[in-house]
């Protein structure tokens, strides 16, 4: 099995920024495809960011592009979600996803392995 522990969510005014931290542990984190959802109260699971194997070919929804940035630092077992330029239609809660590189990197099906979630709130 896999376990993703998310941290880093906070309260954080319209502008700022924040780090979003995922630590992985429980198997080979570096053959896996990463991944950030999110989701807001009375709204789907919705796809955000996803990073290949080596971290080398990156993904985002339209929605974050050019604000949002997912990396990974495989010998640590982490990725992260660099969120800056916050908007509060960011007020969700984030969660950290992993599965085989291979399928829709959009697709919340894709992926076999999530965290509990971490909650970012920006406020107006």
């Known amino acids: 099995q896999m376990q993703l522990v998310e941290s880093g969510g906070r309260l954080v005014q319209a502008g700022g920024s924040l780090r979003l931290s995922c630590a992985a542990s429980g198997r080979t984190f570096s053959n896996l495809r990463m991944a950030w959802f999110r989701q807001a109260p009375g709204k789907e699971r919705e796809f955000t960011a996803a990073?290949?194997?080596?971290?080398?070919?990156?993904n985002y929804a339209d929605s974050v592009k050019g604000r949002f940035t997912i990396s990974r630092d495989n010998p640590k077992n982490m990725v992260y979600l660099q969120m800056n330029s916050l908007k509060p239609d960011d007020t969700a809660v984030y969660y950290c996803a992993a599965g085989a590189s291979y399928g829709q990197f959009d697709r919340a099906s894709t992926y076999d392995y999530w965290g509990q979630g971490t909650q970012v709130t920006v406020s107006s």
């Open positions: 990073t290949s194997q080596t971290g080398i070919f990156t």
